[in-house]
Each structure stands twice: as structure tokens, then as C-alpha cells.
């Protein structure tokens, strides 16, 4: 860069003098505004990836920015250290999980030192940690306290290579596991279960309040899933006491309703299949039970083969006809009843179902078209229905209701999609559920002051789809908290996303032994003014973690007042290598040590910082090395603006230096100082609304004007203010660079100096361009002033001899003016 400028020397001496002076601590008494940046709570895979350095290089950016705008900012890191990966490979290598965690752990946390990420070290939390095990537990039991948390016999998505239980939000739409890509498999255990859908209604209803990506939002809805419709009974018939229980969002065409269809989980198939049938339904049991809920909901397979007739037959209540009872895949045991009314003319796949099976298809919705064919599932006046012929769809849905509450058979009912979330996993590297089973009493909680229960560390790994707990005779026999007779603990292990649930909250106190955390503490920092990380976790983490606020507020762990935990978020966008995404398990993995070793890490951040919106998903290619070579090159010409040395201007090419002098103002130094003061403004603005790659983009152009200013001879005031300010906007993206030149400059720390503010009068452009377009196209472009009037900006742009010449004697149908930036005159509509 320069001879010098040591760019290793330099960087190791600031990441170590930040750590050691301790200068992005934080303490509840600061009595500087407080603001919570943080980046979500990253999996110790191993040294950092280029996702890692995107996304901890924008936090930085913001915890540096926010700083030197004079707030306290609480910016902590922690290792979201259980899982599958510590455990699978001690199955492989025999390495226990501990010691390879802390070793992933030690590689990531050197690669976050290296980057220059700016925490607060002291507060570093890792789940597998006993203090954060014990909270975890804690929780967990106030939790089942509350009724928040239950066991249940469930069926449940199985991942045979992963030899766990995933919740269905780990299961991609083809059917396989996130992870390891096995087909998932449907198996009926007892599980562990947070009752999430309690808060389900407001989950929802608290969305468009979210600043968040909207495409998150709407993820969440769709997750969530609410629906409006009716509850009712279909008595079977031949029977006095035996009903199915059935959802639909449209009553209105029950008269249209020819067969009924249960759930193969649905506990009344024994009872009622028909001898004669038993064999068709086992084999369809039999297949159901290989299949995910995804392969099941899939509109793609042969429908003969996915249902089968029971010989029982149900009474529709709409209008006392008998319809057969069917079992088929599709229906799911986990949405609505397990149960559904079928009306092959309103729905695709009761309509392809009752075709193969030659059931009746009654319309009970007039389509638009009277040539329409197939099923129709809009809105229309009814047919075929009776006592709501003639009516529309909402009068119809409406008085159905009314008709079944009235005949006390059914009911309205709001449905959610959300299921309660399925918090058991068969596995070691986990933090154990705090639960013992005894004979007498029951599932009992382990008592408080005996927490934390730690997974014991001499246990054999072995893929036997068993907790390798379960077979640690010590781990497993206990004693009854109650009863002190002889019982067995659990030995399923919590969901990972239960840590990263509430992790947000113990950064605000992480020394405290009492409690979780302290709720006047978490009241200073809470919520995250600003939460950074992948749209990946958008139903996952952000969902439960929005779940877990409430619950703990609701048992008087959390402050009341807030209510969601993170008040901004930003989404990332990805990195492809080829066309993929980088990962690890792909084995694309692009490291940034050697960018470190050789560039450093500056240049690397102002990179990611330029290569485009962030936001928006980047492509490594073979040029990448280039550009980022470049932003080295850009970052020794800031050096050398701030701290020259006579020897690096003699090499060819560069311009000369001339030392500043003092004098009178010119019209070139004026222009310098209008120049640094919108830089000010721009740059600011920028970072504020994530316009990073912009922000950089002007800063290269203010150093390529500063360096021809400098070359053709500078007033020294001009200089000194527009280099010292160049390196003040530059601290948070290139910190390393811009403190030693500081320091050299003008000794003190950078980071510690307020953030420059813009001189309106300086910073206004004495002109700006205005864009001349007909009909959306560009054909002129003239400086004007920059309070221009629209009527003198719409005369300007009429009287451009390119718009004259495409006018001609023809009169604009209309013009839309956004002065000072732009004019289109719209001629053709």
C-alpha cells in the first residue's frame, strides 16, 4: 500500500488496542443514549466465510456509526454452539462435541477479531455454556408452569440421516430435511411442544407494525395462516355416539359436499374401516407413514393410490344424504380437525379424487362462464343449495353458520396453520429438558436450585436414531423431585432455535446469577433497534423469537413493554459462487484470511460495502480478486492524502505533492469546501437508509478530487478540513486505515470524535442536472437551479430544441414534473 503503511502491523495493533481499552463496552449506568445493534447469533461452523464478513461488516459499520453519533451502543457477540454438525462429527471421528465446538468457536472468534468487528467481548454467551444452560432450563420449567409447554403423542417429521425429529419448518417443500437432504419420514412419539399457537392472533395482527422487509412479513402470514370458517359434526352413520369433526372456510357449499375424508393418523380409522376394506387402508397407512407432509399436500402422484374407502359412510347434516368416508394422505392429522368435507366441484383435488373414484360432483357456485368446466372456487350466486340458492357468497357462508349454530351442530371457528412448535430432539449435543419421569407422579419438573442438568460427557455416539443419553445409565436414573422414589429423566434435548429465542435478552445482563436477566436492565437496551441477518431465518427464528418475548413477558420474566424484540430488521442478500449459494456443507467456501494476509481487512470490508446494494444477493466471480485489489489501491490514496511521504510520490504515475500553503481563499478551495460538506451530507444520508455501496462510491470520487486538488497546490485549512473529515466518514467501514492515519495525523482516536456535520449553505449545490424524458425516455439533461419552480422547469424542458424537435406542432398529453431531478412530457398514452 505504502512504505509506511504495514497494513498486517497496523490492523493487529487497533483490533488489539480496541479489546484492550475496552472501547465498545457498555454499562446499564452509560449515560450517553443507548442503542442495541446486533447480528443474529451465528452457528460456530469453523474460521469465517464471506457471509460472515458481509453481514458482521455491515454491523460493525452501524455500532461504529451510531458511536461516533455520540450513543452507547450495546454490541455484543455470542456462538450458537448446539447442534447437529458438533455431534455428527463426533459419530465420525469419535471427537467429543465440547472440544470441537470450542475449537470451530476459537477459529471464528479470530476471524471476527481479524475483520475488526467492534463487540463488547465481555459479554460473550455460548449456549453449551452451564450459566446459559441453566437459564435455558429455568425458562423452560416456568414455561410448563405456565401451561406453556406440554408432552403429547404426536406425529412427528423423521430425518433418518439426521436420526431426529425436525419441526415442519425444517422440512423443504420437496419432502427432505433442510440439513442433509434425506427424504423425512412421518413417525408417532411423544414429544415436547411450546404452545405457540396461543399467541398465534397476535403474532399476526402485529406484523404491519414491523419495520421489517416486507417479504418477511408476508412470510410470517402465510406461516401463520389464518382462516375463517365453520366447525361441525358428521355423524356416522349406522351409529348413535361416532361423529367426525370437520374445518372448512366455505359452509356455503356444503350442499354440494359428496364424500368425507379423514387424516390416516385420525383415531377413528380402526373403528371405521370395514373388514372388507382393512386391506386397501393398511396399505395405504403403510405409505402415508413414509411420506413428509410436504410429499403429502403435494398435488403430484396418483390420487387412486393416496386414498382408500373405509365401508363407512357419513350423514351430511346440509341435507340428510349418506356419503362415503374415505382415508386419504393428503389430509393431515396436524391442520384443522384431520378431517375434511369434500366438494369435488369447488376444489381441483376433490374433483381429480372423486373423478378416479366415481363420486358425485354437485356445483353449488354459478360460475361467471356459463361454458366453465371443472372446479370452480370463486365467489358467485348459489345453485344446487336449497334454502341459499339465489344468494351470494358471503350472505351464504354467513347463514350457514348461523343454521349450524342454531342447530347446535357446528359453530364459526378462526383457524391458524401455525402449529404448536415441537421442541424435542433425540439428541446428545442439545441443552437437556429439565423433566423427570416418575412412576407415581408423572412428568415433574427438576427443581430450580438443582439447575443446570448437564449432558454428561462419557456417552458413546452412536446413529441409532436414540439419544445417545438415553443409554448413560447415570444421566438417565434419577430421583423424583416429589416423591424422592426411583424415576428416569428425559432425555430429549431442546430444539437449537429454543437458544436463539431469548439470546437478545441475556446480552442486556449477562453477568446476572439470579435471574435470566434483570427486567429494568433489558428495559435500558431492549427492543434491537437494529437486527441484521439472512431472510433464511424469516419463519424460523424470527417467528419463535417474536413467540418467546411474549411468553416471557407473559410470565413476568420480560419487560411488558416491549412486546416485539426487534424494532428494525435488515436481510442481506446472499453470496453465489457459480450459481449456489456459499456454504459449507457445499464445500464453496470462499475464506477471507488470505484477503487479511494480503490486502487486509479493510480492503475486504470496503468491498462488500461497494460491490452493491446490500440487500441484494452478490455473485464471487473470477474478477472479485481484482475489484477488491482495487479498493486497496483506493485506500492508499486516502493514506497518502493523510499522511504523505515524499518517497511515495516518486513513483510514475502519481500525481506530485505539493505541501499545502496558506492564503486566500480561491474559487478552487471553495469549491474543495462545498465538495467536503456534500460529501458530509451525502454520506450520511446514505448510511442511514443502507445506500452503502453509494456511500463508498462517493467517498472514491471526494478522495480521486481531493488527490488533483492536493496535486495542483492546496490551501492548507481546505485540506486539513476535507482529509480529516475523508477519514472521519470512512471510520466505520475502513476502522484500521482511518485511526492510524488519524492518530498520525492528528493524534487521539478517530472513532472518538464526532461524526462531521454538513454546513447546509455549504452543502447545497449551486445547480443540479434536470432529466429531460418523453415518454419515459431520456433526451436532454440541463443544470439548473436547485430550488427551480416546477412552471420555469416544465418551460425549460418545452423549450429544449431535442424535445422541440420530436413535438413539433403536437401538444403533450401531460406532463409529470419532479423538479429539481427530472420532467417527462407524455405524448402517446
Known amino acids: 500500500m505504502s512504505s509506511n503503511y504495514d497494513v498486517q502491523t497496523v490492523e493487529a495493533k487497533w483490533q488489539k488496542r480496541w479489546r484492550d481499552e475496552g472501547f465498545y463496552q457498555v454499562d446499564p ?34 455500532v461504529r456509526f451510531r458511536t461516533m453519533h455520540g450513543e452507547a451502543v450495546l454490541s455484543p457477540i455470542g456462538f450458537d454452539s448446539f447442534g447437529l454438525p458438533a455431534e455428527n462429527a463426533a ?19 479470530e476471524s471476527l477479531q481479524r475483520l475488526g468487528a467492534s463487540y463488547d467481548w465481555r459479554r460473550v454467551i455460548k449456549s453449551h455454556d452451564p450459566n446459559y444452560i441453566k437459564w435455558n432450563q429455568f425458562i423452560f420449567i416456568h414455561f410448563l408452569k405456565a401451561g406453556l409447554a406440554y408432552r403429547d403423542k404426536a406425529p412427528v417429521n423423521w430425518c433418518p440421516g439426521c436420526q431426529t425429529v425436525l419441526a ?44 421489517w422487509p416486507e417479504r418477511v412479513k408476508v412470510m410470517q402470514r402465510h406461516w401463520i395462516g389464518r382462516s375463517e370458517g365453520a366447525e361441525f359434526e358428521l355423524k356416522v352413520a349406522c351409529t348413535s355416539d361416532i361423529s367426525l369433526k370437520v374445518y372448512t372456510t ?15 393418523e385420525h383415531p377413528l380409522v380402526e373403528t371405521l374401516t370395514k373388514p372388507d376394506f382393512s386391506k386397501d387402508v393398511l396399505s395405504l397407512l403403510e405409505r402415508a407413514s413414509r ?24 350423514i351430511n347434516p346440509f341435507n340428510g344424504k349418506e356419503i362415503p368416508i374415505y382415508v386419504a394422505d393428503y389430509v393431515l392429522m396436524s391442520y384443522g380437525t384431520g378431517a375434511i368435507m369434500a366438494v369435488p366441484a369447488e376444489d381441483e383435488r376433490d374433483y381429480a379424487f372423486a373423478q378416479i373414484h366415481n363420486l358425485p360432483i354437485i356445483r353449488t357456485t354459478e360460475p361467471p362462464d356459463a361454458d366453465f368446466e371443472g372446479p370452480y372456487s370463486g365467489d358467485g350466486l348459489k345453485i344446487n343449495s336449497d334454502w341459499l340458492d339465489g344468494m351470494d357468497t358471503k350472505t351464504a357462508k354467513a347463514k350457514s353458520i348461523q343454521w349450524l349454530e342454531s342447530n347446535g351442530i357446528g359453530k364459526g371457528k378462526v383457524n391458524y396453520r401455525l402449529r404448536d412448535w415441537l421442541v424435542s430432539r433425540q439428541r446428545y449435543w442439545g441443552c437437556p429438558i429439565p423433566i423427570i419421569h416418575c412412576p407415581s407422579c408423572g412428568e415433574v419438573p427438576v427443581d430450580i436450585e438443582d439447575l443446570p442438568i448437564l449432558p454428561p460427557d462419557d456417552v458413546e455416539f452412536l446413529p441409532t436414531g436414540e439419544s445417545p443419553l438415553a443409554r448413560h445409565d447415570g444421566f438417565v436414573n434419577a430421583t423424583c423431585p416429589k416423591c424422592h422414589q426411583s424415576a428416569k429423566r428425559e432425555t430429549d434435548t431442546m430444539d437449537t432455535f429454543v437458544d436463539s429465542s431469548w439470546y437478545f435478552f441475556r446480552f442486556c445482563d449477562p453477568f446476572n446469577t439470579e435471574v435470566p436477566f434483570d427486567i429494568e436492565t433489558a428495559k ?13 431465518h424469516a419463519i424460523l427464528h424470527l417467528l419463535y423469537a417474536r413467540f418467546y418475548t ?13 412486546r416485539e424484540p426487534f424494532k428494525k430488521l435488515f436481510t442481506q442478500g446472499m453470496i453465489r459462487l457459480d450459481g449456489s449459494k456459499m456454504s459449507k456443507s457445499k464445500g464453496n467456501l470462499i475464506a477471507p484470511s488470505k484477503y487479511f494476509d494480503s490486502v487486509g481487512a479493510d480492503a475486504l470490508r470496503i468491498f462488500h460495502l461497494f460491490v452493491g446494494p446490500p440487500a441484494d444477493d452478490m455473485d464471487w466471480t473470477s474478477q472479485t480478486d481484482e475489484v477488491i485489489e482495487g479498493m486497496a489501491r483506493f485506500l492508499a490514496r486516502v493514506w497518502r492524502l493523510a499522511v504523505p511521504d515524499a518517497s511515495d510520490q516518486e513513483i510514475s504515475g502519481r500525481p506530485s505533492y505539493i505541501e499545502p500553503v496558506s492564503r486566500e481563499l480561491t474559487a478552487a478551495d471553495t469549491a474543495i469546501r462545498k465538495l467536503t460538506h456534500a460529501t458530509i451530507e451525502k454520506v450520511t444520508s446514505d448510511f442511514n437508509r443502507w445506500s452503502f455501496n453509494t456511500a463508498i462510491a462517493c467517498l472514491m470520487d471526494f478522495t480521486n478530487q481531493l488527490t488533483k486538488y492536493q496535486a495542483a497546490g492546496a490551501e492548507k485549512s481546505v485540506m486539513d478540513e476535507a482529509v480529516n473529515t475523508l477519514l472521519l466518514l470512512l471510520a466505520p467501514s475502513a476502522p484500521h486505515l482511518s485511526a492510524e492515519a488519524w492518530e498520525r495525523k492528528n493524534g487521539g482516536h478517530v472513532h472518538a470524535q464526532s461524526w462531521p456535520l454538513a454546513d447546509p449553505i455549504l452543502a447545497k449545490a449551486d445547480t443540479v442536472t434536470l432529466i429531460i424524458q418523453v415518454d419515459s425516455k431520456v433526451k436532454d439533461k440541463v443544470e439548473v437551479a436547485p430550488d427551480i419552480a416546477e412552471t420555469e422547469a416544465i418551460g425549460i424542458a418545452l423549450e429544449s430544441a431535442k424535445v422541440q424537435e420530436i413535438l413539433g406542432d403536437k401538444e403533450p398529453l401531460r406532463i409529470i414534473a419532479r423538479p429539481p431531478r427530472l420532467i417527462n412530457i407524455v405524448t402517446q398514452n
Request: glycine content about 8%.
Open 29 to 62: 449506568d452509560d449515560p450517553r443514549k443507548k442503542s442495541y445493534v446486533l447480528c443474529m447469533y451465528p452457528y460456530p461452523s469453523g474460521p469465517a466465510h464471506q457471509g460472515h464478513v458481509r453481514n458482521y461488516t455491515f454491523g460493525d459499520l452501524l
Open 91 to 109: 459419530i465420525k471421528t469419535g471427537e467429543h462435541p465440547r472440544s470441537f465446538t470450542e475449537a470451530r468457536i476459537k477459529e471464528l472468534t
Open 168 to 211: 415442519n419448518e425444517q422440512v423443504l417443500a420437496d419432502g427432505t430435511c433442510e440439513r442433509s437432504g434425506d427424504i423425512v419420514e412421518r413417525k408417532n412419539l411423544f414429544q415436547w411442544f411450546f404452545r405457540i399457537t396461543n399467541y398465534a392472533e397476535d403474532l399476526l395482527n402485529s406484523i404491519e407494525d414491523l419495520d
Open 250 to 264: 366455505r359452509p356455503d357449499t356444503s350442499f354440494g359436499m359428496t364424500y368425507a375424508v379423514i387424516a390416516p
Open 291 to 314: 411420506s413428509s407432509d410436504i410429499e403429502r399436500q403435494s398435488t403430484e402422484g396418483a390420487l387412486e393410490k393416496r386414498g382408500a374407502f373405509t365401508g363407512s359412510y357419513a
Open 524 to 536: 435500558l437496551f431492549m427492543p434491537v433497534d437494529q437486527y441484521i441477518g439472512g431472510v433464511e
Open 550 to 562: 411474549r411468553a416471557l413477558i407473559d410470565i413476568d420474566l420480560a419487560p411488558k413493554e416491549i
